[in-house]
């Protein structure tokens, strides 16, 4: 992602106990950034955005669980930018983040709603560069994925990862749903398209399509 041409950089703090990705994305022209699940762990984002030096001009959460969304609140208050995303069906995860987060240890978490909910077909602007956003349920029912196929870049959220895909066990989480929207919206790009996920390394769709246990058959 920092190769010298690209239009796009980014890094990722991890945040939350349940350590996860917050990634900072922006368009290398215009330097202008979106914060993609600022799940808690403010100060470090915020210290982040100082050092890269970016604009933030957004905040885009995948999904509305408290690793991803806990802190949108509190970053929204900081930097004076809207909320964009996820779908519209994980309303009830955002106005309950406050509650779920006493019982995950993160006592920080505000509830929090979206400024613009995010359908299937929609495009996310990050500067200049664009990415389609896909609709996933499974996970959560208002999972949303972010994909560039011109750059070869996907943020899938917890619906994908390197060997595994999202647990299916919360609230509205359903296996089925989960499996098809993998199928139907990310299996059919192209190999080396790379993922940024929720958790853990980053993989492409190429390598989980050939040997992810969850996708074969
Ligand atoms: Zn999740
Ligand atoms: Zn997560």
Known sequence: MNAQNSPLSAIIVP??????????IWCTKTMKAVIIDPGGDIPNILKAIEE????????????????????????????GVDIVGPHEDDLFLLETLAETGSQYGINDAQNCTSDQWLNDGDTLG???????????PGHSPGSVVFINEDIKLAIV?????????????????????????????????????????????????????ASNPFLQG
Do not use: Y
């Not at 945040?15 to 900072?24: G, H």
């Not at 790379?194 to 492409?204: A, E, K, N, W």
């Open 52 to 79: 890269t030096g970016v604009t933030p001009d957004k905040i885009v959460l995948t999904h509305g669980h408290i690793d991803h969304a806990g802190g949108a609140a509190a970053l929204k208050e900081e930097l």
């Open 157 to 209: 959220g917890d619906v994908l990862f390197s060997g595994s895909i999202g647990r299916t066990d919360l609230p509205r989480g359903n296996h089925q749903d989960l499996i098809n929207s993998i199928k139907e919206k990310l299996l059919p790009l192209a190999d080396d398209v790379t993922f940024i996920c929720g958790h853990g390394p980053t993989s492409t769709i190429g390598q989980e399509r």
């Open 15 to 24: 945040v939350t106990p349940l350590q996860q990705n917050c990634t900072i």
């Open 126 to 136: 990050v500067g200049d560069v664009n990415f389609d956003i896909r609709h996933c």
